[in-house]
C-alpha cells in the first residue's frame, strides 16, 4: 500500500482531505513510516459519498491521469428553493411554486444540458483566487467574481421524477460541478433547485 492505487468509497461528512490523511495515518503506522506521499484524485464534497481514488507513494505521480478522466454521477436536486451553497450545506431560500411544470418540460432537461456548455463554479468552492479559496472569501463576506469555464455533459439520463425530487446520471468532464448543474436546471425550470444528494459512480472507467 506504500505506492498504491486505492479506491475508495468515501461517506458522507467525510471531506477528500480526511480521508488522505486517514490512509496516510494507517499506513505510515503500518509500515513505521516517518514521511509519506498521499493524495486524492478529484475532490468529493462532504455531503456528496461515492468513488474516492487516493494514490499512495510513487503512484502520486499519476493523480493528474485520474483528474483528467471523465466522471459518472448519480444526482439527486430538490426543486422549489435555491441554496447559496447550490446544495444542503445552506439553508433553503427563495421558495417557489414547482407543481406547474410539466413532465415534458422536466424530460427536456437531459437535452438542453447536454454537450459543451459555459458553466460558474460555485462561490462555497475549493477553487483559489489570490492563493485563498472561494469558500474561505465567502464565509469572510468577500465580494469576488468567478469566471464561467468550458465543460461537457457526455450523457444525461434522468432516472426518476417524484416531485419537488428529480434523480439523474450524468457523465462529465473534468471541472464540472453538479451544484452549479443543479442551480442552472432549476433557473432553466423557472423554480430554482440545489443538489439534495450526490453519488460518484465511476471515474473512467474505475
Known sequence: MK??????????????FDVVKKIRGLIKKKH???KLKVGHA?????LASGLLIICTGKKTKEISEFQNL????????????????????TEEKNKKDYKNI???KINKISKVF?????????KYSAIKIKGKRAYQKVRNNEKFELDSRLIQIYSFIIKKID?????????????????SLAQDIGTYLGCGSYLFNLKRLAIGSH
Not at 42 to 46: E, S, Y
Not at 114 to 122: A, I, L, R, S, V
Open 3 to 16: 505506492n498504491d492505487i486505492i479506491l475508495i468509497n468515501k461517506p458522507i461528512n467525510w471531506t477528500s
Open 32 to 34: 513505521s513510516l516517518s
Open 42 to 46: 478529484g475532490t468529493l464534497d462532504p
Open 70 to 89: 471523465k466522471k459518472t454521477y448519480l444526482a439527486t436536486i430538490k426543486l422549489g428553493y435555491i441554496t447559496d451553497s447550490f446544495d444542503r450545506e
Open 102 to 104: 410539466s413532465t415534458s
Open 114 to 122: 447536454f454537450g459543451e456548455q459555459n458553466q460558474t463554479p460555485p
Open 163 to 179: 416531485l419537488p425530487y428529480i434523480e439523474f446520471e450524468v457523465i462529465c468532464s473534468k471541472g464540472t460541478y453538479i451544484r
